[in-house]
Each structure stands twice: as structure tokens, then as C-alpha cells.
């Protein structure tokens, strides 16, 4: 019972902070707390954990009330590689990062 959100453009250190705050928690309890975190990695995560659910629920035949966030796991995606120019013909490095997010559901026993 799980989901994957890949390449979202919001680098992997901010999605963190947000994922330590929902793991372990029920699924209604981490959406509910999502829904008013105002950070921007908030939403997708948000909807990694909706789909999961959604995942457990259709082809797994499990009661949503019954789930928990057992892992989010936030890896590191792509990186864009950009260049901006200042004085004297250089230039300095922008890095646009991504992030994967793997969202795992369990049972409570």
C-alpha cells in the first residue's frame, strides 16, 4: 500500500521537514495536519498520502480509519543546472532540485 510522487521541483531538505511531522500518524490525522501546514511541499505530500490511502482502500479492500503512515521516504531527484552571469565574463552556478517522495501505508494491529 504505497504511492510515489517523482520530480517534484521542491528540493528534498524541504520536503523533510515536512514528512517529519506526518510519519507514524493515522492517514486522517496527517491529512487533516497537512492541509493547514503552510509550507509548499505540504500539498503534494498531502496528495501522495490521499493516493495511497486511495491505493489501500481500491485494491487492497482496507478501511482507511484503520491506516497509518508507516514511511516517507524523500530521495533526491534531478537537478537543473543553470548559470547566471556576473561581472568580468563568469558565471555562478544555480541549482534547481527535485524530489521523490514514496509514501508506505500499514495496518493498525
Not at 531538505?13 to 500518524?25: I, M, P, S, T
Not at 537543473?80 to 514514496?102: A, D, E, F, N, Q
Amino acid at each position: 500500500m504505497r504511492a510515489l510522487r517523482r520530480n517534484l521541483r521542491i528540493s528534498s531538505k524541504k520536503v523533510n521537514l515536512v514528512a517529519d511531522l506526518v510519519r507514524g500518524k493515522p492517514v486522517e490525522e496527517a491529512i487533516n495536519f497537512l492541509r493547514f501546514t503552510p509550507k509548499r511541499s505540504a500539498k503534494p505530500l498531502m496528495e501522495a498520502i490521499k493516493s495511497a490511502a486511495a491505493n489501500a482502500v481500491q485494491n487492497f479492500k482496507q478501511q482507511q480509519k484503520d491506516l497509518y503512515v508507516s514511511k516517507i521516504i524523500v530521495n533526491e531527484g534531478a537537478t537543473l543546472k543553470r548559470h547566471r552571469p556576473v561581472s568580468r565574463g563568469r558565471t555562478h552556478p544555480i541549482r534547481k532540485r527535485s524530489s521523490h517522495i514514496t509514501v508506505e501505508l500499514a495496518v493498525k494491529s
